[in-house]
């Protein structure tokens, strides 16, 4: 019998086509669009930004798959980590038998204004070759620096605890502190080139590839989304408001009117003080959904807060389903209430919201009345912060699989089309940037069809963001 595939199993199959496939392509793309960019404006020397970026939700959407842990998602981000990590290992070491310009060629006092290291003559050698290339081949100093920095970077990373709870931090001494420390040394390495007539060198080699993908890529590879059913947050703070005695004597959370939710949620997030002990747990989903977002915090923290960026919310059927996750996150203080730093009493405490919350429509009734939804949490006291915190930016999933169960493909079809067209219109109305995740799946059964129609049959009004 063939065993059944797990979620690590998938992990590494999401991966081994982030690796072999989209790693290499990212900088092709970038290459393309310098070129295309290059025909038309050819006296104009551009530096693209980022213009693409990767997510992934294989190990982090819990929607229907209990197997998928908080362990499972922290031991996914670290597999990713260490997939980039080896890979700018190699693209550097390669880039030490590339790159040998001389200082004949590029003068030392023009590459000092690069802000790179100069070498070190004054130190021991292992051979009159090596001293030879250290002193004259210009670039060669700051790349072994950095291959010795993503090599200890690795080497910490595969040495971090695969129990998230007990993982120390990662020591900016070991290597660099940011993706974009990185990419300075790089870009001025660029510069350089460009300053000394190897314009091709530095815009179309490996070393413009590798920029492109640190910018694409940081030391994240892909974000994780978290995914999680609505019904499982109303679980887990029906428990929690028991054990907090939050609601009068024998009344449940769950069997509360939406408008009575909706008083406790914001009354619950105004108030700055914790629900429960950090070590509080509960029982069954509510501790599954408790460690959800302590792993989200403790990667956050120990991995950077690139690593998990959204939480989709599965069957979002009213605005209390989204402030049960902000209560949630800022019970584990992934949302909080924080004073200016002038410390000045009579100014207003603002919040922060460290995630970006992500409402998911699937049937055709909750398509229909979905921008009444968000019309409704625009307006509210509290998600109008936290919108404010993320720039006024909003991203929205929509169901395809499930509306075409629901409905039919016609029918969830033309729900779709009406309601990105009502969702735009709403967005426009609050000024709010609106991005759409299209949940498509595979084939014309599951939502799916051909990508490319689906594009360009979409609303006017859609493409704002």
């Not at 294989?58 to 197997?67: E, L, Q």
């Not at 021991?124 to 001293?131: I, P, V």
């Not at 428990?239 to 024998?250: N, R, V």
């Not at 996750?325 to 000045?344: C, H, I, M, N, T």
Request: hydrophobic share 35%; charged share 20%.
């Amino acid at each position: 019998q063939t065993a059944a595939v797990t979620v690590e199993d998938e992990a590494r199959n999401a991966l081994y086509f982030l690796s072999k496939t989209i790693l290499e392509v990212v900088p092709w793309l970038h290459d393309d669009v310098r070129s295309t960019l290059a025909e038309v404006y050819p006296d104009y020397d551009f530096k693209l930004p980022n213009f693409i970026s990767y997510r992934s939700w294989v190990g982090g959407d819990r929607d229907g798959n209990p197997n998928v842990t908080a362990e499972i998602t922290w031991k996914t981000l670290l597999r990713h980590r260490r997939t980039i990590l080896q890979f700018y290992l190699e693209q550097v070491v390669s880039l030490q038998a590339e790159l040998t310009q001389s200082t004949r060629q590029i003068h030392a006092e023009e590459y000092e204004k690069q802000s790179i290291k100069q070498p070190d003559v004054t130190s021991s050698m292992e051979s009159a070759e090596t001293h030879s290339r250290v002193t004259q081949e210009i670039f060669h100093q700051p790349l072994q620096e950095m291959e010795q920095k993503l090599r200890r970077m690795l080497s910490a990373t595969r040495e971090m605890s695969t129990d998230y709870r007990t993982a120390g931090s990662l020591s900016s001494s070991l290597g660099y502190a940011s993706p974009g420390d990185m990419l300075a040394t790089l870009e001025a390495m660029q510069t350089q080139l460009k300053e000394a007539k190897a314009g091709i060198v530095a815009s179309y080699g490996p070393l413009a590839h590798l920029i492109a993908a640190v910018k694409t890529f940081g030391f994240h590879l892909a974000a994780l989304d978290i995914r999680q059913h609505s019904r499982e947050h109303e679980k887990a703070l029906e428990e929690i408001f028991s054990a907090a005695e939050i609601l009068p004597s024998g009344k449940k959370y769950s069997q509360l009117h939406e408008e009575e939710k909706i008083e406790v949620l914001t009354r619950e997030l105004t108030n700055p003080r914790p629900l429960v002990q950090r070590s509080w747990r509960g029982t069954g989903i509510t501790a599954q959904v408790l460690d959800t977002f302590s792993v989200v915090r403790q990667a956050h923290r120990k991995l950077g807060q690139e690593t998990i960026q959204s939480y989709i919310i599965s069957m979002t059927h009213g605005v209390s389903d989204v402030l049960e996750v902000l209560l949630l996150a800022k019970e584990q203080g992934l949302v909080k209430w924080v004073r200016p730093v002038s410390g000045d009493q009579q100014q207003e405490v603002k919040l922060e919201s460290h995630l970006h919350i992500v409402p998911l429509f699937e049937t055709i009734e909750d398509l229909d009345r979905s921008a009444g939804l968000m019309a409704a949490l625009f307006q509210h006291p509290i998600y109008k912060q936290h919108l404010a915190w993320h720039g006024n930016f909003q991203e929205i999933m929509l169901g395809y699989s499930d509306s075409s169960k629901d409905g039919g493909y016609l029918a969830a079809n033309w729900a779709l089309h009406a309601t990105q067209a009502n969702l735009a219109r709403v967005c426009h109305e609050y000024g709010v940037t609106l991005q759409l995740f299209h949940g498509r799946g595979g084939t014309v059964g599951r939502g799916g069809g051909r990508a490319h129609p689906a594009i360009l049959r979409q609303p006017p009004g859609r493409f704002c963001g």
